[in-house]
């Protein structure tokens, strides 16, 4: 969660940006406003920012989308009622995905509240109510067909053996075959057999491409790892065919 100097930054730049774009969204909203286009611009954002490779967007209430003064809003001021906001969405969303944090900035002007919305996951596009949304500039529409397809073509494209496994440390790989691949690597590269002797573990399975920066990958386990390790891949099983 981020805290109130950083949003009141992000506040500031969102404003300075002069215009909308398709992952970031005003609304004046100055007593209350329809939940079903808080929906819509729900999953128009979050698929906006996947396409975009961004973290997240913003959709925030309380400035004027022309000019981006602050107007104030008094959208459920109650922060049990605006905390509920992201239970009533998750239940109309593909995986009941739902906003990552929602602030309050008190500004001299009024109440500003900002939704801070995650991308869609890699490879899922985020429909509310069935139906998916996106943005063109400034205007909400339906996902196009090629967008859909390029969020989805983002699960088959993956390399699966590349992502990090979540949860795995070091500790969950078997020293036995640590050595066993050491011993495989030296072969293929003799001229470093010195150098490769004074590495440590986690550098060796750096060098070696199983893990990155010291994370564990799903290669690590599947070729290094505990027979205790599979869950980490469930629900693919540890066999090589």
Known sequence: ??????????????????????????????????????????????NEANLKNKRSAWLV??????????????????RVDLDSLKAEVANHTTGRLTFMEIYEVAEPEGRVVLF?????????????????????????????????????????????????????????????????ARESYKRKNAHLVEEIDQWSDETFLNKAKVCIKGKITRTAILLLGKSESEHFINPSTAKIS
């Open 116 to 180: 801070e919305i995650p991308a869609a996951p890699k490879g899922i596009p985020i429909a509310w109510q069935g139906h998916y949304y996106g943005r063109d500039g400034e205007e909400l529409n339906a996902l196009n067909l090629e967008e859909v397809e390029r969020i989805r073509e983002q699960a088959r494209s993956e390399d699966w053996s590349a992502t990090l496994a979540e949860g795995a440390t070091i500790d969950d790989l078997s020293a036995e075959a640590i050595l066993k």
């Open 1 to 46: 969660m981020k805290s109130q100097a950083e949003i009141q930054t992000i506040l500031n730049q969102l404003r300075s940006q002069g215009i909308e774009n398709e992952v970031v969204e005003f609304k004046e909203a100055k007593n209350q406003y329809d939940f079903s286009k808080i929906g819509k611009y729900f999953s128009a954002l979050c």
């Open 61 to 78: 209430f309380g400035v004027k989308d022309n000019d981006k003064s602050i107007v104030g809003s008094r959208f459920r001021t109650n």
